[in-house]
């Protein structure tokens, strides 16, 4: 008999919801056949058998939240066996100390050390909350692990909604009748969490501008064929975007900047996040070191994601560590829109759909093709005169491509 248990999902992932199992009790399963989808808080993994056999005791149901580790199902070898007895439930894990001499909580004033104000940060769970073990009280990265682990054993209460969570006053008889109610996925859960987060964290503030995109556009029209030829890959806007980020990134690094308790984090590297719109929410998969990488480069890499973004195989590493992001609400249409920052970074350029719009151009009425740029940031990190000076910077860059070549 082979257990099915939760991978390690992931850094700061502790717990993933069964979306749905691909087998039942009794199937043959052949090694390394997906068993199980699970859904957490970033993306959607499947579960492969460890095994070749017949699926035993499926442990974990449909829509149970589980814990990294815990025990999904059996496999048994051969032919359909007798399903096994449920397994023995495992105590969880002693305390540091008896409740008599239960550590005493820090100071509210006694600095934390990096790694919990780390972990902190990326649970949710606030380390003034949780006993610690060190010396005089201090809180240890043991004691957050220990906690988080706590947390997600702890049993989710039934019809008791979180003190965050909107619950609707109930419909008319006759309303209700045609309504369609569908629970929320953990990732679209985690979405509308994270983003009310920000706004309630972040002094969000966006700046606009427009970009004139003749050049950009007869640079593509010239060259997509042969580029395509020669890489693989379509030569879209996004990589002169995401280099024209960049150099602006390098000139305003404030922008490239977070908070961290009471210390600011300058980047001195470039991680851009590409938002990626799929069927069960908005990922945002993360380009690394784009400072080093060609425009087809970041072309292939954007195009890879989007592919298996929307086919859900995405990693978890491949969803973290990002210094700024860029999304594209103009392949849907938008002209106009104020992007939500992507926590825990300071900056988001929004891009938007492009139009054709009489401009001044020396004198006399042109008809150009004109693109609206969106600035959100957090005012905390970053001041007014450099949002405006990123933003500028990125409209000359994309204005005068010869810029993103030269390095200019």
């Not at 909580?105 to 073990?133: C, F, H, N, Q």
């Amino acid at each position: 008999m082979t257990e099915i248990r939760v991978p390690t999902l992931g850094e700061s992932v502790t717990e993933a919801t069964i979306g749905r199992w691909f087998k039942k009790a009794g199937d043959a399963v052949a090694v390394d056949e997906p068993l199980v989808e699970l859904e957490t808080d970033k993306v959607t993994i499947e579960v492969p058998a460890p095994s070749a056999g017949t699926l035993g005791d499926i442990i974990a149901k449909d829509g149970e939240t589980v814990a990294v580790g815990a025990l999904l199902g059996q496999i048994n070898e051969g032919a359909a066996a007798k399903p096994a007895a449920a397994p023995a439930k495992v105590a969880a894990p002693a305390p540091a100390a008896t409740p008599a001499a239960a550590p005493k909580a820090p100071p509210s004033d006694m600095p934390l050390a990096p790694s919990v104000r780390k972990i902190s940060a990326e649970s949710g769970i606030d380390a003034a909350t949780v006993p610690g073990s060190g010396k005089d009280g201090r809180v240890t990265k043991g004691d957050m692990l220990a906690a988080i682990e706590k947390a997600a054993s702890a049993p989710t209460p039934v019809n008791q909604p979180a003190a965050s969570v909107q619950v609707r006053s109930p419909s008319p008889a006759d309303d209700a009748a045609r309504e369609e109610r569908v629970k929320m996925t953990r990732l679209r859960q985690t979405i509308a969490r994270r983003l009310k987060d920000v706004q309630n964290t972040a002094a969000m503030l966006t700046t606009f501008n427009e970009v004139d995109m003749t050049n950009i556009m007869a640079m593509r029209a010239q060259y997509k064929d042969v580029f395509e030829k020669k890489h693989g890959s379509k030569l879209g806007f996004m990589g002169f975007f995401t280099k024209a980020c960049v150099q602006a990134l390098k000139d305003i690094p404030a922008v490239n900047a977070e908070i961290d308790g009471t210390d600011l984090i300058y980047k001195n590297y470039y991680h851009i996040g590409v938002a990626v719109g799929t069927d069960k929410g908005l990922v945002v998969p993360v380009l690394h070191d784009c400072d080093h990488k060609s425009i087809a480069d970041i072309e292939k890499g954007i195009a890879d994601f989007g592919r298996r973004a929307r086919d859900g195989q995405l990693k978890i590493d491949e969803m973290q560590g990002g210094t700024f992001t860029i999304t594209n609400g103009g392949i849907y249409g938008s002209l106009m829109s104020t992007p939500i920052l992507n926590a825990p970074q300071s900056g988001i350029l929004g891009m938007h759909k492009i139009q054709e719009r009489p401009m001044a151009i020396g004198g006399k009425v042109e008809i150009r093709p004109m693109m609206y740029l969106a600035l959100s940031y957090d005012h905390r990190v970053i001041d007014g005169k450099e949002a405006v000076t990123f933003l500028v910077r990125v409209k000359e860059n994309l204005e005068d491509p010869a810029r993103l070549v030269l390095d200019l």
